[in-house]
């Protein structure tokens, strides 16, 4: 049987241009980008990049309100807390201390020292948009399926790796049913520290149970398939690396580059 290929990405979370380009693409255009925002120290460079990760976000992908909460309100006021706390803790001997702020008896806070606090938040904050692109119009089969197919990467692994994480959701809808019935028994009731940690203590051995039952199953599950018994699998659907992938990874390596620059600091 061989596997047809999907010129969609069936699958993926979001609609958009986005979804449609290779897993690979997504992750390897904005990479070089991320790791250079880690060695940058002013405002601009990472707020360019911020920008830039935005706008391919909203014309790309399809959001839902929760995601929209996350982009326009979690990751600002975010990058905001990190830049302030940061800025309170810099010392003061290595800032700009022409400007001051706020003196509170020997303390100081200068306007160098929020500066410095911005450019971290807003670097974090980058570093995060950029991968955006890729973990908002990406699902885990699909990632695993473009690195089994492009990268040559053991299926084993892959595959072995994926049913790993799908265990964390799992386990949350376990920890839900057990909460459930204990609600329904009439368990643990009260309040307080005392009584919060009875009933934590009471999800242990239920949870672990589920955990081992499914742990089983999933066992069962690769032997019936004969999964690890030959090199390379039949897969559902192929991802593979089309032209539009390469045109979206050069393009963003030359807007990155060009950003790079014109913007950053090469004399620090």
């Not at 990479?31 to 911020?50: E, G, N, S």
């Not at 935005?54 to 959001?63: D, M, N, S």
Request: proline residues 6%; glycine residues 8%; hydrophobic residues 55%.
């Amino acid at each position: 049987m061989t596997a047809t290929i999907d010129p969609y990405a069936v699958g993926a979370p979001a609609r958009g241009f986005l979804a449609r380009l290779s897993p690979l693409a997504k992750l390897a255009g904005p990479l070089p980008a991320m790791l250079l925002l880690i060695f940058t120290r002013d405002l601009a460079t990472p707020a360019v990049f911020l920008g830039l990760a935005y706008v391919l976000v909203l014309a790309g992908a399809r959001l839902t309100g929760r995601i929209a909460l996350l982009l326009f309100v979690a990751v600002p006021v975010g990058a905001a807390v990190i830049g302030f706390a940061l800025s309170l803790w810099a010392d003061p001997s290595r800032v700009d201390r022409s400007v001051p702020i706020v003196s509170l008896g020997d303390w100081t806070l200068y306007l160098g020292a929020i500066e410095i606090g911005l450019a971290t938040g807003i670097r974090l904050a980058a570093i995060l948009a950029l991968g955006f692109i890729a973990g908002l119009t990406t699902t885990g089969p699909d990632l695993v399926r473009a690195l089994v197919q492009q990268l040559r990467v053991p299926y084993r692994i892959g595959y072995t790796a994926l049913a790993a994480f799908r265990f964390v959701p799992r386990f949350g809808y376990e920890l839900e049913v057990i909460r459930q019935a204990h609600r329904v028994r009439g368990a643990h009731v009260g309040r307080g520290p005392f009584a919060a940690v009875a009933r934590w203590w009471g999800y242990i051995v239920p949870l672990l149970a589920g955990a081992i039952r499914h742990a089983e199953r999933v066992a069962l599950a690769m032997d019936a398939r004969a999964f690890g018994a030959h090199p390379d699998r039949t897969e559902r659907y192929l991802l593979p690396w089309r032209r539009r992938d390469t045109v979206f990874t050069a393009l963003f390596w030359i807007a990155s580059t060009a950003v790079l620059v014109a913007l950053f600091p090469w004399t620090l």
